[in-house]
Protein backbone atom coordinates (compact mmCIF):
# COMPACT_ATOMS: atom_id res chain seq x y z
CA UNK A 1 0.00 0.00 0.00
CA UNK A 2 0.92 3.56 -1.07
CA UNK A 3 0.50 6.63 1.40
CA UNK A 4 1.65 9.83 0.65
CA UNK A 5 1.90 12.34 3.66
CA UNK A 6 3.52 14.89 5.92
CA UNK A 7 6.44 13.67 7.51
CA UNK A 8 7.76 12.52 10.92
CA UNK A 9 10.82 13.11 12.65
CA UNK A 10 11.16 9.48 12.61
CA UNK A 11 11.24 9.76 9.12
CA UNK A 12 14.52 11.58 9.13
CA UNK A 13 17.21 8.90 8.80
CA UNK A 14 15.52 7.75 5.74
CA UNK A 15 15.09 10.91 4.50
CA UNK A 16 18.92 11.54 4.89
CA UNK A 17 19.64 8.15 3.31
CA UNK A 18 17.36 9.36 0.33
CA UNK A 19 18.78 12.70 0.20
CA UNK A 20 22.67 11.41 0.23
CA UNK A 21 21.82 8.71 -2.06
CA UNK A 22 19.77 11.04 -4.85
CA UNK A 23 22.53 14.11 -4.50
CA UNK A 24 25.70 12.95 -3.10
CA UNK A 25 25.47 16.14 -0.67
CA UNK A 26 27.59 15.84 2.53
CA UNK A 27 26.46 15.50 6.32
CA UNK A 28 27.29 18.95 6.49
CA UNK A 29 25.11 20.19 3.51
CA UNK A 30 22.22 17.88 4.86
CA UNK A 31 22.77 18.70 8.37
CA UNK A 32 22.51 22.99 7.19
CA UNK A 33 18.73 21.97 6.16
CA UNK A 34 17.47 19.93 9.07
CA UNK A 35 19.54 22.98 11.47
CA UNK A 36 18.12 26.07 9.72
CA UNK A 37 14.79 24.80 8.05
CA UNK A 38 13.34 21.80 8.52
CA UNK A 39 10.11 21.01 10.43
CA UNK A 40 8.00 17.92 10.02
CA UNK A 41 5.67 19.25 7.79
CA UNK A 42 8.05 20.71 5.39
CA UNK A 43 8.84 17.53 4.23
CA UNK A 44 6.29 15.16 2.34
CA UNK A 45 7.13 11.57 2.17
CA UNK A 46 6.10 8.46 -0.05
CA UNK A 47 5.40 5.24 2.19
CA UNK A 48 5.28 1.56 0.60
CA UNK A 49 5.15 -0.76 3.28
CA UNK A 50 6.10 0.70 6.13
CA UNK A 51 9.48 2.23 4.40
CA UNK A 52 9.80 5.83 2.80
CA UNK A 53 10.71 5.49 -1.14
CA UNK A 54 10.38 9.04 -2.23
CA UNK A 55 10.34 12.29 -0.19
CA UNK A 56 10.47 16.01 -1.65
CA UNK A 57 11.42 19.02 0.80
CA UNK A 58 8.94 21.93 0.41
CA UNK A 59 9.90 25.74 1.16
CA UNK A 60 6.81 28.01 2.04
CA UNK A 61 7.43 30.86 0.09
CA UNK A 62 5.43 33.77 -2.13
CA UNK A 63 4.78 34.35 -5.68
CA UNK A 64 4.29 37.94 -5.91
CA UNK A 65 2.68 39.53 -9.20
CA UNK A 66 2.73 43.32 -9.45
CA UNK A 67 -0.58 44.63 -10.49
CA UNK A 68 -2.44 40.94 -9.73
CA UNK A 69 -1.79 39.73 -6.30
CA UNK A 70 0.60 38.12 -3.70
CA UNK A 71 -0.17 33.85 -3.57
CA UNK A 72 1.45 31.51 -0.91
CA UNK A 73 3.52 28.88 -3.11
CA UNK A 74 5.32 26.07 -2.18
CA UNK A 75 8.99 25.73 -3.84
CA UNK A 76 9.63 22.34 -4.23
CA UNK A 77 13.09 20.78 -2.91
CA UNK A 78 14.87 17.66 -2.85
CA UNK A 79 12.79 15.74 -5.10
CA UNK A 80 14.32 12.25 -4.53
CA UNK A 81 13.00 8.69 -5.25
CA UNK A 82 15.50 5.22 -3.65
CA UNK A 83 17.25 3.94 -6.33
CA UNK A 84 15.83 0.88 -6.22
CA UNK A 85 12.67 1.92 -6.50
CA UNK A 86 12.85 3.87 -9.79
CA UNK A 87 11.04 3.19 -12.59
CA UNK A 88 7.51 1.67 -10.77
CA UNK A 89 5.90 6.24 -11.19
CA UNK A 90 6.26 6.96 -7.23
CA UNK A 91 7.58 10.32 -7.85
CA UNK A 92 4.93 10.95 -10.17
CA UNK A 93 2.38 9.80 -7.19
CA UNK A 94 4.43 11.68 -4.71
CA UNK A 95 3.84 15.18 -6.48
CA UNK A 96 0.34 14.39 -6.68
CA UNK A 97 -0.12 13.43 -3.26
CA UNK A 98 1.94 16.79 -2.22
CA UNK A 99 -0.59 18.60 -4.34
CA UNK A 100 -3.34 17.75 -2.58
CA UNK A 101 -1.83 18.47 1.14
CA UNK A 102 -1.25 21.79 -0.14
CA UNK A 103 -4.81 22.11 -1.13
CA UNK A 104 -5.55 21.69 1.92
CA UNK A 105 -3.41 24.35 3.31
CA UNK A 106 -4.80 26.37 1.00
CA UNK A 107 -1.55 26.76 -1.00
CA UNK A 108 -2.58 27.73 -4.75
CA UNK A 109 0.82 27.36 -6.42
CA UNK A 110 3.44 24.97 -6.36
CA UNK A 111 6.99 25.79 -7.85
CA UNK A 112 10.42 23.71 -8.27
CA UNK A 113 13.59 23.93 -10.23
CA UNK A 114 14.67 20.36 -12.01
CA UNK A 115 17.80 19.54 -10.91
CA UNK A 116 19.01 19.09 -14.37
CA UNK A 117 17.88 19.69 -18.35
CA UNK A 118 15.97 15.95 -18.54
CA UNK A 119 13.61 16.53 -15.46
CA UNK A 120 12.03 19.49 -17.25
CA UNK A 121 10.34 16.99 -19.04
CA UNK A 122 9.41 14.94 -16.28
CA UNK A 123 7.77 18.21 -14.53
CA UNK A 124 5.51 19.04 -17.42
CA UNK A 125 4.59 15.45 -17.65
CA UNK A 126 3.24 16.01 -14.17
CA UNK A 127 1.46 19.43 -14.80
CA UNK A 128 4.19 22.25 -14.24
CA UNK A 129 4.96 25.31 -17.24
CA UNK A 130 8.09 26.89 -17.91
CA UNK A 131 7.75 30.39 -16.10
CA UNK A 132 11.18 31.30 -14.39
CA UNK A 133 14.10 32.15 -16.76
CA UNK A 134 17.44 33.67 -15.64
CA UNK A 135 20.24 35.83 -17.79
CA UNK A 136 23.24 33.70 -16.68
CA UNK A 137 26.96 34.79 -17.85
CA UNK A 138 30.10 34.53 -17.01
CA UNK A 139 33.16 37.07 -16.28
CA UNK A 140 36.56 35.97 -15.79
CA UNK A 141 39.72 37.48 -13.36
CA UNK A 142 41.40 38.55 -15.82
CA UNK A 143 38.19 41.19 -17.16
CA UNK A 144 37.88 42.72 -13.81
CA UNK A 145 39.98 45.64 -13.39
CA UNK A 146 41.49 46.87 -10.31
CA UNK A 147 41.02 47.83 -7.69
CA UNK A 148 37.93 46.61 -6.00
CA UNK A 149 35.16 48.94 -5.24
CA UNK A 150 34.91 47.91 -1.69
CA UNK A 151 30.97 49.10 -1.65
CA UNK A 152 29.24 45.33 -0.33
CA UNK A 153 29.17 44.12 3.09
CA UNK A 154 28.00 40.61 4.50
CA UNK A 155 24.39 40.41 5.11
CA UNK A 156 21.99 38.71 7.30
CA UNK A 157 19.32 37.13 6.05
CA UNK A 158 16.96 39.84 7.36
CA UNK A 159 18.80 42.43 5.17
CA UNK A 160 19.42 40.61 2.22
CA UNK A 161 15.55 39.94 2.22
CA UNK A 162 14.49 43.51 2.31
CA UNK A 163 17.13 44.77 0.24
CA UNK A 164 16.23 41.96 -2.56
CA UNK A 165 12.21 42.85 -2.38
CA UNK A 166 12.93 46.03 -2.84
CA UNK A 167 14.81 45.65 -6.14
CA UNK A 168 12.59 42.98 -7.19
CA UNK A 169 9.26 44.73 -6.52
CA UNK A 170 8.50 45.58 -10.02
CA UNK A 171 8.40 42.25 -11.53
CA UNK A 172 6.97 38.62 -11.07
CA UNK A 173 8.94 36.51 -8.86
CA UNK A 174 9.47 34.26 -5.74
CA UNK A 175 9.66 35.89 -2.42
CA UNK A 176 11.73 34.11 0.28
CA UNK A 177 10.89 34.16 4.39
CA UNK A 178 13.81 34.46 6.39
CA UNK A 179 14.60 30.65 7.70
CA UNK A 180 14.60 30.19 3.99
CA UNK A 181 17.36 32.73 3.58
CA UNK A 182 18.74 31.69 6.88
CA UNK A 183 19.13 28.21 4.82
CA UNK A 184 20.92 29.45 1.86
CA UNK A 185 23.12 31.35 3.68
CA UNK A 186 24.24 28.30 5.73
CA UNK A 187 24.47 26.71 1.88
CA UNK A 188 27.18 29.55 1.04
CA UNK A 189 28.67 29.52 4.11
CA UNK A 190 29.84 26.01 3.30
CA UNK A 191 31.39 27.18 0.13
CA UNK A 192 33.26 29.78 1.55
CA UNK A 193 30.43 32.63 -0.04
CA UNK A 194 28.06 34.61 1.52
CA UNK A 195 25.00 36.86 1.15
CA UNK A 196 26.29 40.79 0.46
CA UNK A 197 24.46 43.91 0.03
CA UNK A 198 25.67 47.29 -0.88
CA UNK A 199 24.85 51.01 -2.48
CA UNK A 200 26.16 52.34 -5.36
CA UNK A 201 25.17 56.00 -7.11
CA UNK A 202 21.62 54.41 -9.04
CA UNK A 203 20.82 52.23 -5.78
CA UNK A 204 21.26 49.16 -3.54
CA UNK A 205 22.71 46.20 -4.51
CA UNK A 206 22.91 42.64 -3.59
CA UNK A 207 24.23 39.49 -3.93
CA UNK A 208 24.51 35.60 -3.09
CA UNK A 209 27.78 33.34 -3.46
CA UNK A 210 28.42 30.24 -3.54
CA UNK A 211 31.78 28.10 -4.49
CA UNK A 212 31.77 25.44 -6.76
CA UNK A 213 35.28 24.43 -6.94
CA UNK A 214 38.84 25.82 -6.62
CA UNK A 215 38.23 27.95 -9.51
CA UNK A 216 34.85 28.50 -10.03
CA UNK A 217 32.14 30.87 -7.36
CA UNK A 218 28.51 30.98 -8.38
CA UNK A 219 27.11 34.35 -8.28
CA UNK A 220 23.26 32.48 -7.81
CA UNK A 221 21.67 36.30 -8.15
CA UNK A 222 22.76 39.56 -8.34
CA UNK A 223 20.46 42.01 -8.06
CA UNK A 224 20.49 45.80 -8.65
CA UNK A 225 20.25 48.89 -11.45
CA UNK A 226 23.99 49.22 -12.00
CA UNK A 227 25.72 46.14 -11.14
CA UNK A 228 29.40 47.56 -12.64
CA UNK A 229 31.01 48.91 -9.09
CA UNK A 230 29.36 45.39 -7.99
CA UNK A 231 31.29 43.29 -10.15
CA UNK A 232 34.53 44.91 -9.55
CA UNK A 233 34.40 43.35 -5.87
CA UNK A 234 34.12 40.34 -6.77
CA UNK A 235 37.76 39.24 -6.79
CA UNK A 236 37.50 40.56 -2.73
CA UNK A 237 34.28 38.92 -1.67
CA UNK A 238 34.67 35.57 -3.76
CA UNK A 239 37.86 35.29 -4.63
CA UNK A 240 38.38 33.10 -8.07
CA UNK A 241 39.53 32.48 -11.49
CA UNK A 242 36.04 32.51 -13.05
CA UNK A 243 32.28 33.15 -11.57
CA UNK A 244 29.60 32.03 -12.80
CA UNK A 245 26.19 34.93 -12.97
CA UNK A 246 22.39 34.45 -12.76
CA UNK A 247 20.36 37.91 -12.68
CA UNK A 248 16.98 38.55 -13.98
CA UNK A 249 17.34 40.84 -17.05
CA UNK A 250 19.57 42.66 -18.97
CA UNK A 251 21.81 45.21 -16.70
CA UNK A 252 24.63 47.61 -17.75
CA UNK A 253 28.00 46.40 -17.26
CA UNK A 254 31.88 47.72 -18.27
CA UNK A 255 33.26 43.86 -17.88
CA UNK A 256 31.77 42.01 -20.84
CA UNK A 257 29.37 39.79 -19.47
CA UNK A 258 27.99 36.95 -22.02
CA UNK A 259 24.19 37.13 -21.36
CA UNK A 260 22.06 34.14 -22.07
CA UNK A 261 18.30 34.00 -21.03
CA UNK A 262 17.60 30.42 -19.98
CA UNK A 263 14.46 27.88 -18.15
CA UNK A 264 15.25 27.77 -14.81
CA UNK A 265 12.22 27.03 -12.68
CA UNK A 266 8.82 25.71 -13.64
CA UNK A 267 5.30 26.61 -12.17
CA UNK A 268 2.13 24.49 -11.58
CA UNK A 269 -1.33 26.35 -10.23
CA UNK A 270 -3.59 24.31 -8.18
CA UNK A 271 -5.90 27.02 -7.91
CA UNK A 272 -7.96 27.23 -11.26
CA UNK A 273 -9.10 30.98 -10.68
CA UNK A 274 -5.68 32.16 -10.10
CA UNK A 275 -4.50 29.78 -13.31
CA UNK A 276 -7.24 31.69 -15.54
CA UNK A 277 -5.42 34.97 -14.36
CA UNK A 278 -1.93 34.32 -15.08
CA UNK A 279 -0.62 35.56 -18.63
CA UNK A 280 1.82 31.97 -19.43
CA UNK A 281 3.77 34.42 -21.46
CA UNK A 282 5.04 36.32 -18.65
CA UNK A 283 8.54 35.45 -17.30
CA UNK A 284 9.02 35.63 -13.79
CA UNK A 285 11.96 35.03 -11.58
CA UNK A 286 12.77 32.43 -9.23
CA UNK A 287 16.38 33.38 -7.61
CA UNK A 288 18.39 31.17 -5.44
CA UNK A 289 16.89 27.96 -6.36
CA UNK A 290 19.16 26.62 -3.49
CA UNK A 291 21.42 24.52 -5.72
Known amino acids: M ?6 IPEDIPAQRELWKL ?10 NFYNTYYRPERVVVLEEE ?18 QGEYRAAYLYAVATHPRCRGRGLAGKLLAGADEYF ?3 GIPAVTTVPAEASLHNFFGAN ?22 SNLLHSASAEEYGQVREALLRDIPHIAYPKDALAYQA ?4 LGDGGLFVGETGAGPVCLC ?31 ARRW ?11 VGVNENLGKFGMLKWLDPEAESAWDWDTVGYLGLAFD
Open 186 to 189: GCCA
Open 209 to 239: TERADDELVIVKECLGSDMRPIYLDLPRIAP
Open 244 to 254: ELRQPRSQETS
Open 50 to 67: GGVRSMTAWFDTSFVVPG
Open 103 to 105: RSL
Open 22 to 31: AFGDSDQYID
Open 2 to 7: ITVRPS
Open 127 to 148: GFRECFRILGGSLRREEIPLPP
